[in-house]
Structure formats: structure tokens, C-alpha cells
């Protein structure tokens, strides 16, 4: 496609449900990346895929959330048995190539709220 | 440990007047800076960058300055106009696919 897409663009959920969150990066880029924003405060780096490299996950704040990327291409973030504090926009991002100042492309990313 | 600091939550600039926009960095190894710019319910979208090596980078009405002695970067509009008018996020990165952002300044500018 022309843009990243997130999918959902709102998802409202019990606090202890599990959700998915999806992203299909712009056609040809390598790198993907999940970053969120949570109320008042910058991105924050979650995770990072790069072709067939073990992807980067030292940013997932704890072992509730998962991200896979199937194929190199889709990429789907999950969070198990979600808390109030997983309240965030979460975003993808994808880039030809990584590192540097190229800058990513965003999607609009998922609102989630927990409640 | 916020190692990009905006410490602007918000700014109002008139219409064709100078926005600067300011962001302070604890981490020597940074050695790319970028500027994004999010309106409401969109995702944040590149705006422009700058090596360590420089000290000023230009794109139209866009300039970025960066300080690395005071770790300070800013990014100047001129002219303002009111579809500038967004949440300007500054990053850093050591060379790596690891962005770090501030927490962004809000900017309007008034017609």
C-alpha cells in the first residue's frame, strides 16, 4: 500500500483480555518497528524487526506483550491479560533501510484503552 | 532517565512570525537528530534531520541548529502559517534503528 496501516484504529478492552494489534508496513521495507506513546509522554521503542534477523524486543516492557512479523512483511503486536497501564496509542513504523537519518514512515496507529 | 528533553509542552506563534522549537539530549553518542511533526489522530511524519558532524541543516522553511557542545538542537519555521500548526517531536539515535523521542511541544500558530 502507500502507507503503513494499523488495524484497529480505536480498541477498547477489559483490563485481563488479551488484544491484537495489527501493522502492514509499506511494500519493500525491510524494517519494522512498534513504538507508544502513552498520555504525556515521547514514543517509546518497543520493538524492532529487520529482514530475517532476530528482531529487537528490548523494549517490551514486560513478558505480556509479543510482536511476530510473518513473511517479512505483517506485523502483529499482542498484549496478554492487558492492565490500565497499557493504555497508549501504539504505533508502526517501517523504513527501506534502518539506522541513521533516514526517518521512519508512520502508520496512524491503535488507540487502546483499558478499562 | 529522559534522554531528550523538551521541556516546551506547548508554544503560540503568530502567523508569519519565527517558531522556534527546543530540545536538550543527555547522550553524547547520538549522532543523528530528527524532527517529527504529528497533527491529531494521524501518525507522526519525518520532517527533517541532522548529522553530529553538521551544525545547521535547511529544507525550505525548515532549519534545524544543533549545539553539541550545550546538547541543544531547535528547529526554526519561518514563517509560521497555521497548518504548521502540530506536535513537534525531537529524536535522537547512536547510529542505530533506535530512536529516541522527547515528549513533544505542541505548537499553534495563530492567523
Known amino acids: 500500500g502507500a502507507g503503513v496501516s494499523q488495524s484497529p484504529s480505536n480498541k477498547v478492552t477489559e483490563k485481563g483480555k488479551d488484544v491484537e494489534l495489527r501493522c502492514d508496513p509499506i511494500?519493500?521495507?525491510?524494517?519494522l518497528y512498534w513504538y507508544r506513546q502513552s498520555l504525556g509522554q515521547g514514543l517509546e521503542f518497543l520493538i524492532y524487526?529487520?529482514?530475517?534477523?532476530?528482531?529487537?524486543k528490548s523494549g517490551l516492557p514486560s513478558d505480556r506483550f509479543s510482536a511476530e512479523r510473518t513473511g517479512g512483511s505483517v506485523s502483529t503486536l499482542t498484549i496478554q491479560r492487558t492492565q490500565q497501564e497499557d493504555s497508549a496509542v501504539y504505533l508502526c513504523?517501517?523504513?527501506?533501510?534502518?539506522?541513521?537519518?533516514?526517518?521512519?514512515?508512520f502508520g496512524s496507529g491503535t488507540r487502546l484503552t483499558v478499562v | 532517565d529522559q534522554q531528550v528533553k523538551q521541556n516546551s509542552p506547548s508554544l503560540s506563534v503568530q502567523e508569519g512570525r519565527i517558531s522556534i522549537l527546543n530540545c536538550d539530549y543527555t547522550?553524547?553518542?547520538?549522532?543523528?537528530f530528527l524532527w517529527y511533526k504529528k497533527y491529531p489522530a494521524e501518525g507522526p511524519t519525518f520532517l527533517i534531520s541532522?548529522?553530529?558532524?553538521?551544525d545547521k541543516n535547511e529544507d525550505g522553511r525548515f532549519t534545524v541548529f544543533l549545539n553539541k557542545s550545550a546538547k541543544h538542537l531547535s528547529l526554526h519555521i519561518v514563517p509560521s502559517q497555521p497548518g504548521d500548526s502540530a506536535v513537534y517531536f525531537c529524536?535522537?539515535?547512536?547510529?542505530?534503528?533506535?530512536?529516541?523521542f522527547g515528549t513533544g511541544t505542541r505548537l499553534k500558530v495563530l492567523a
Open positions: 513504523a517501517s523504513s527501506p533501510l534502518s539506522g541513521g537519518g533516514y526517518g521512519y514512515t
Open positions: 511494500s519493500g521495507h525491510t524494517a
Open positions: 524487526f529487520q529482514g530475517n534477523s532476530a528482531p529487537d
Open positions: 547522550n553524547s553518542m547520538f549522532d543523528y
Open positions: 541532522i548529522s553530529s558532524i553538521k
Open positions: 529524536a535522537g539515535t547512536s547510529g542505530t534503528y533506535k530512536y529516541i
